[in-house]
């Protein structure tokens, strides 16, 4: 199963803009929500033509509240996540699986305290609707996400992360042209 992960701007709480609001809430409701990270939400799809159109039919939520949308097809790889667009021209045929692995972003995992956060609603409106997914989609995250290194893989190998010092990072393959902008 191809995952997606959002990861919300730091000015906002990603799981109660998403849920709020009825065009989203509607068409994350089919799927079950996680928070694998602070501020952010993953899911579980078919494919990665089933994300890439997820994505789509979620962009004008992603554009005003999330930062990047990450996802991971165990074809490619398990444990490392495509962009966005990388996963679109994967889907179009734009690209090769063997050719994505080249333009990285390296993300630390830094541990979060286990505190309730006092500026995070209990829970978010549902219009009467069953909160279940608002439920599953609670559970305190034990890291977050912190400064992306931008690197690329030569000889089949990446550089470690030394922005920060964490015990695990997060691999994102890019774009050529996300890599370098």
């Not at 994350?28 to 996680?34: G, I, R, S």
């Not at 993300?107 to 956060?117: I, K, N, Q």
């Not at 190998?157 to 997060?170: A, K």
Request: include cysteine.
């Amino acid at each position: 199963m191809t995952r997606v992960c959002l990861i919300g701007n730091d000015n906002c709480n990603l799981q109660y803009e998403l849920l709020s609001r009825e065009t989203s809430r509607e068409a994350l409701a089919t799927y079950d929500l996680t928070r694998p990270f602070e501020n952010t939400i993953a899911l579980r799809t078919v494919s990665v033509g089933a994300a890439v159109s997820l994505l789509n039919d979620l962009n004008w939520y992603l554009t005003r509240f999330v930062d990047e949308a990450l996802v991971q097809e165990p074809s490619i790889s398990d444990d490392e996540w495509l962009s966005r667009s990388l996963a679109e021209q994967l889907r179009n045929g734009a690209v090769e699986p063997d050719e994505t692995a080249e333009f990285c972003k390296i993300y630390g995992l830094e541990r979060v305290a286990d505190t309730d956060s006092e500026d995070e609603p209990k829970s978010a409106a549902t219009d009467g609707d069953d909160s279940s997914e608002t439920e599953r989609a609670r559970s305190e995250p034990s890291s977050r996400l912190v400064e992306p290194l931008y690197v690329r893989r030569t000889a089949g190998e990446l550089p470690d992360y030394d922005l920060r010092d964490v015990d695990e990072t997060l691999v994102v393959r890019l774009t050529e042209a996300e890599h370098s902008p």
